[in-house]
């Protein structure tokens, strides 16, 4: 299947990546046991919706978000601009009338027309508050994605969340468990192997190689889609948890590293 273009909410979605990246020692076990169950169900083979989209919902709430605004500052154009820009970020068209904030003759805006615009624009946020998350998480999404040593971090600490519970994953989805305790290894779909490979830039991750896996000018190396976190140290099939090595590497990381590394290509280098 082609892989469908998408406006993508990167301004909003930065931010929320910031926050959830930022808050991530300290907010990584509560958000897991918020999300226990959406977490599990996500991780046991790879699903679009992953434990990092999870994670990211924790901390975006629109409604929240826009109720703090709207009541702490002492602004309405401030809550206007808020919502046009999320609006503008998640492409969605609405067509309620500019509010004319300098020409008003309510200075404090409390019995207005503008006042009467804004309100109906936080009733239609409101209303699309569930699509505006979604659509921020994912874009979230597309930021966390790129950065490996995070998502090594992030599958470290799930890892010792799966441990902690995998009898109570194993009660409820005994397929998806070995007899060790462990999840399953699971089939990669090809929008997977083909998100890792871009992301990874067609080169193994791991930093001491950095080998050309294209194939575009030689053939010689092999690729493979390896677990950051393994399986058999609680990793699990979350759709965040992989990385692109060559064969060489794969088989040198076996199943107790989780070698990854930062160093990526830049656009451009600063000397
Ligand atoms: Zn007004
Ligand atoms: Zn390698």
Same mark, same amino acid.
């Given at each position: 299947m082609r892989l469908q273009e998408e406006h993508l909410a990167l301004s909003s979605g930065m931010g929320l990546a910031g926050l959830a990246v930022s808050n991530f020692w300290d907010y990584s076990s509560e958000a897991f046991s918020v999300f226990k169950d959406e977490i599990i169900a996500s991780v046991l083979k790879p699903t679009p919706m992953t434990a990092i989209h999870h994670y990211l919902y924790f901390f975006q709430d629109i409604e929240e978000e826009l109720d703090k605004i709207y009541k702490n500052v002492d602004n309405l154009q401030w809550t206007y601009d808020f919502i046009v820009r999320t609006l503008d970020g998640v492409n969605m068209k609405t067509d309620f009338p500019e509010p004319d904030f300098e020409g008003c003759s309510d200075k404090y805006h409390s019995d207005c027309e503008c006042k009467r615009i804004v309100e109906q624009l936080i009733e239609f946020v409101e209303e699309n508050q569930d699509e505006i998350d979604k659509k921020i998480v994912h874009s979230a999404f597309q930021f966390v994605f790129q950065d490996r040593q995070f998502l090594h971090d992030f599958h470290l600490q799930l890892a010792g969340f799966i441990e902690e519970n995998i009898g109570e994953i194993a009660e409820k989805y005994? $397929?998806?468990?070995?007899?060790?305790?462990r999840i399953k290894r699971a089939y990669f779909p090809k929008w997977l192997t083909e998100a890792v490979f871009h992301r990874d830039k067609g080169?193994?991750?791991?930093p001491e190689c950095r080998c050309?896996?294209?194939?575009?000018?030689?053939?010689?190396n092999i690729k493979h889609i390896d677990h950051i976190v393994p399986l058999n140290l609680f990793?699990?099939? $979350?759709?965040?948890n992989f990385q692109l090595l060559c064969e060489t590497c794969n088989t040198q990381k076996g199943d107790r590293s989780t070698m990854t590394g930062s160093v990526n290509t830049p656009w451009w280098n600063l000397d």
């Open positions: 005994p $397929d998806f468990v070995t007899p060790r305790g080169t193994c991750s791991n050309d896996l294209s194939h575009l000018i030689r053939r010689i990793g699990t099939n $979350d759709a965040s």
